[in-house]
């Protein structure tokens, strides 16, 4: 989704700086949260799944 909009507002933009500016944030934006977030997301919803099928 972020790649998408960045992609349009590049299109929007006519100005090449501004299209450069825009997509080296929309690069550091998207690469730096993402990946850190989906690992411990994922390892926490399968603890929580452990806990709970360990529960039962």
């Known amino acids: 989704m972020k790649n998408y909009e960045t992609y349009n ?3 929007l933009s006519p100005e090449p ?3 450069k500016e825009t ?8 690469d730096n949260p993402d990946p850190p977030e989906e ?4 390892d ?3 603890m929580l799944f ?7």
């Open 50 to 56: 452990k806990q709970i099928l360990s529960s039962f």
């Open 23 to 30: 997509e080296s944030d929309s690069e550091t934006d998207y």
């Open 9 to 11: 507002d590049s299109l």
């Open 44 to 46: 926490l919803t399968t």
């Open 39 to 42: 690992e411990p997301e994922t």
């Open 17 to 19: 700086i501004q299209e």
